[in-house]
């Protein structure tokens, strides 16, 4: 099934059409044929689309639009016989996806509900994975009995916090990172220090610091001669 769709028609044989386009086109239809029923159908049902008529009796669509907002952001197509730019205009004032007037070709009006929700679906996917990238980044990273938390940048050895700089932080990560791997002197002054007119040996202080930490985490940092250093926990 693509999704539930909604149809707020008041015109009957209007409604049993679209009724029969959509369903073959495996879609779940439910119909109401006024403002009133249609607003309650949408608090039953939560459609991932609503085609949205104005002219509807006991409450006309533009009522029915304003108050569906309200509370929530799906997408709805008005259908309308109005075509003037301000009934147009209207529409969008009230956040609607958008605007087709009567009459129109059924295909087109399929092809636009079926644009709208594949676009929301894409933003929703990117959304997770945006989402979960973030939680990906900001995940500690763990070796031994060393911790780092990401989010704020700070290191702990047996449960205890470590006082470091930000740039030890930053190379323990990434040595961390990379573990098991042979992280070249190139690579980690390219990646921290280039730019900067300070000699390469700036890694050998470093790392014989870092050696002195991760010794006290059951790790170690295994020089990779004529490589660089890789990041090893204890067997």
């Excluded at 403002?35 to 039953?44: D, I, T």
């Excluded at 323990?172 to 190139?186: H, Q």
Aim: net charge negative.
């Amino acid at each position: 099934m693509k999704g539930k769709i909604l149809i707020i028609e008041d015109e009957v044989k209007y409604a049993y059409i679209l009724d029969r386009f959509f369903t073959s086109d495996d879609y779940e239809v439910t119909i109401a044929f006024d403002g009133m029923s249609g607003l309650q159908k949408f608090k039953e049902i939560e459609p991932d689309i609503i085609c949205l008529d104005i002219m509807l009796p006991k409450m006309d669509g533009w009522e029915v639009a304003k108050r569906i907002r309200e509370v929530s952001s799906v997408p709805i197509i008005m259908m309308s016989a109005l075509s003037e730019d301000g009934d147009i205009l209207k529409g969008y004032g009230l956040h609607i996806d958008d605007y087709v007037t009567k009459p129109f070709r059924t295909p087109i009006l399929l092809a636009k509900v079926n644009n709208i929700l594949e676009r929301r679906r894409q933003l929703q996917e990117e959304s997770r994975a945006g989402l979960l990238a973030g939680e990906t980044q900001d995940k500690d990273i763990t070796a031994g009995t060393i911790r780092l938390v990401k989010k704020n940048m700070q290191c702990y050895i047996n449960d205890e916090i470590i006082k470091i700089t930000k740039t030890e932080y930053k190379l323990l990560e990434y040595l961390m990172e990379n573990r098991g791997k042979n992280c070249t002197r190139e690579s980690l002054f390219h990646t921290f220090w280039e730019g900067r007119d300070i000699d390469d040996r700036i890694i050998d202080t470093y790392i014989k610091k870092l050696r002195k930490l991760v010794a006290n985490g059951q790790c170690e940092i295994v020089t990779a001669f004529g490589i660089g250093y890789r990041f090893e926990e204890r067997k």
